[in-house]
């Protein structure tokens, strides 16, 4: 099984189903982390956000970190010895965004969503400043040298076509049937990948999306022979001005 530094496994992450009848449907790409601000006891090195536990549901808008962050503390037994622990500024940076970006302009509260993920496992991308960085060259290094602490094991990010792959092999039925339950609800994908996997999934031709005027239209996609309205846009994490821009002007237009 995976495993977050200081030892807490990462584990398969469930829907997030509202009490009722689904009004949307979010699907990303994969579950986020619970992160802290790690401060080394000899102060030799801080790390910002660290990732150490699944994220309490997925499309986690971070509102209880302080909590959900003393919980896990008890969970692993946190120690002085491993130095001091406080709140990441990023924890449910993505639910927040979605939020606010994509469900207060469609007009649809987060209680009504059915939110899920294309696969429903944490990843750690790799590269200068990355998580994965961090997780090697600070953690691994401190738990060598600590008793009872073991090195982290999480998943590299698959590159795109891989992770493309791997939903449509792993994932299909899964997703499936998870579209399927949530009935004649309109679908919003976040990111390329998204997009890709849903039009594998229900065998549609791939939606290529472009910062254009055709940004955010619905379009029209059958799931298991219902049809359903379908809102390809592009990912919270991708901060690149001209889809920052193209987005904004999809708020606007729905006024």
């Avoid at 406080?86 to 639910?95: H, I, L």
């Amino acid at each position: 099984m995976a495993r977050f530094p200081f030892g807490r496994p990462s584990c398969r992450r469930e829907p997030r189903r509202p009490a009722g009848r689904a009004a949307l449907v979010v699907l990303g790409v994969y579950p986020s982390a619970l992160h802290v601000r790690w401060t080394l006891p000899d102060w030799s090195a801080t790390v910002g956000a660290l990732a150490v536990d699944d994220e309490p549901e997925v499309f986690w808008d971070g509102a209880d970190a302080a909590r959900r962050i003393d919980s896990w503390k008890s969970a692993v037994g946190w120690t002085s010895a491993w130095g001091t622990i406080g709140a990441a500024g990023g924890n449910g940076s993505s639910g927040r965004h979605v939020a606010e970006h994509v469900l207060r302009p469609l007009g649809v509260a987060p209680a009504d969503v059915y939110f899920t993920d294309c696969l429903p496992t944490y990843f750690v991308k790799n590269g200068q400043g990355s998580q994965g960085e961090r997780i090697r060259d600070v953690y691994d290094r401190f738990a060598a040298a600590h008793p009872g602490l073991c090195a982290a094991d999480l998943p590299p990010r698959p590159r795109e076509a891989e992770l493309i792959r791997r939903c449509l092999a792993d994932e299909r039925d899964a997703l499936l049937g998870q579209l399927t339950e949530s009935r004649t609800a309109p679908i919003v994908t976040l990111g390329r990948e998204a997009a890709y996997v849903l039009a594998g999934v229900c065998g549609a031709d791939r939606v290529r999306l472009r910062a254009d005027t055709g940004y955010g239209q619905p379009r029209a996609i059958t799931v298991a022979g219902v049809r359903r309205d379908w809102i390809p846009l592009t990912h919270p994490g991708n901060h690149t001005p001209a889809w920052t821009d193209r987005h904004a002007a999809w708020v606007r237009s729905l006024g």
